[in-house]
């Protein structure tokens, strides 16, 4: 795959946001997964830039954290988060940006579509995060929904009804601009 400076660039920016973003996470008591908005940049830059460089930009966040800079929830970092309790979720971000690109890109004028597609990749994150955790914590996987899922319901709602609202303004402005990747 050739990248242009542009396209490089827009990955690089998207990362940084991820970066800048996940960190600033809130704890919750009742779970071990706190509230982030770093599944909002990723379906933003998987919509925007579409599945293959919303996955890159994943990948480069993670590979930031795990060689140590504090780029995860809570400003922590290393390969000790992947193997804690949210690391599932961690790697539950590359499905998320899968499936919001791809049918992003597959169905650009279908709305109802790529919103599927941010509900099946969020599924997938959480189905994943969810598994991950039940096994770190010696959980069922009831047990783990019931504090890592249920309680991030409504703010992913939010967040899903967010990027299906802007995200398609935000990219024909991009387009227009003709600054698109």
Known sequence: MYFTTKTMTLIGLFTALLCIVAPMSIPIPISPVPLSLASLVVCFSAYL????KGMICCLLYFLIGIVGVPVFSG?????SKLAGPTGGYLIGYFFLAFFTGFFAETFPNARGIQLLGIIIGTTFLYCFGTIWLAMVTNTTFLQAAVSAVIPFLPGDICKIVIVILLAPIIKRSVKQAQISA
């Open 49 to 52: 830039l579409g599945w293959k």
């Open 75 to 79: 400003f922590s970092a290393g390969f």
